[in-house]
């Protein structure tokens, strides 16, 4: 089946640090791919996707490519900030034709930014 | 995008009672799926429901456990039945948001069984 896998946490960086948080995933034909984003005592937003190979996702100075040869969706941002601090996630959407909802997330990932 | 809102948003419930979280979306949308986030824990699919039909369950989940209701194509209620401890988690509920395959999530509904 269908699997997301995210680098092992927590991640801590001082505040105007480059971040990565790595995604790769496992999954038959051509998924679609997101970053959501659930910041302390909230529910889970969009972060950013990418629906095929190739397409940057880009938000919020958050940016991910899609990269089918190396079944990898990797975070980035080149300066975050203490209002950065949450926990992100990786998921995929395989199951193509009406049923778009059906996400495999990967583990999340707590990114705490200090000042 | 949709605007997803759910009730109750917290909840401390006592182990053997059940409980009805509701989820309303400002739109109409052919299906809305409910999830499951435990303690520390990534977000698991409890089932699907689409309108008119009976929901769909993912492996691990039951209908006697997790009864569905989509009477509508902008609301849907999930009841967790017979809580025990173990069901304390964040319920959240997310729809389809029609274009270039987004996916939205309401803000959740933390439940804390004693």
């Known amino acids: 089946g269908d699997s997301v896998t995210q680098m092992e946490g927590p991640v801590t960086l001082s505040e105007e640090a480059f971040l990565t948080i790595n995604c790769t995933y496992t999954?038959?034909?051509?998924?679609?791919l997101f970053w959501y984003v659930q910041y302390p005592g909230e529910g889970l937003q969009l972060l950013l996707k990418?629906?095929?190979?190739?397409d940057k996702g880009s938000n919020k100075g958050f940016e991910a490519t899609y990269r089918k040869e190396t079944t990898s969706f990797h975070l980035e941002k080149g300066s975050v900030q203490v209002s950065d601090s949450a926990v992100y996630f990786c998921?995929?959407?395989?199951?193509?034709?009406?049923?778009?909802?059906?996400?495999?997330f990967g583990q999340g990932t707590i990114l705490t930014v200090h000042p | 995008s949709a605007v997803i809102s759910q009730k109750p948003s917290r909840d401390i419930c006592q182990r053997g009672t059940s409980l009805t979280i509701q989820c309303q979306v400002d739109?109409?949308?052919?299906?809305m799926f409910w999830y499951r986030q435990q303690p520390g824990q990534s977000l698991t699919l409890i089932a699907t429901?689409?309108?008119?039909?009976?929901?769909?369950?993912e492996s691990g989940f039951v209908i006697d456990k997790f009864p569905i209701s989509r009477p509508n194509l902008t609301f849907s209620t999930l009841t967790v039945s017979n809580m025990s401890p173990e069901d304390s988690s964040i319920y959240l509920c997310?729809?389809?948001?029609?274009?270039?395959?987004?996916?939205?999530f309401g803000e959740g509904s933390w439940l804390t069984v004693v």
């Open positions: 998921a995929l959407n395989n199951a193509g034709g009406t049923s778009y909802g059906k996400l495999t």
């Open positions: 739109s109409q949308v052919t299906m």
């Open positions: 429901a689409n309108q008119g039909s009976e929901a769909t369950y």
């Open positions: 999954a038959t034909g051509y998924p679609s």
């Open positions: 990418a629906t095929k190979a190739d």
């Open positions: 997310s729809v389809d948001g029609g274009s270039g395959n987004t996916i939205y």
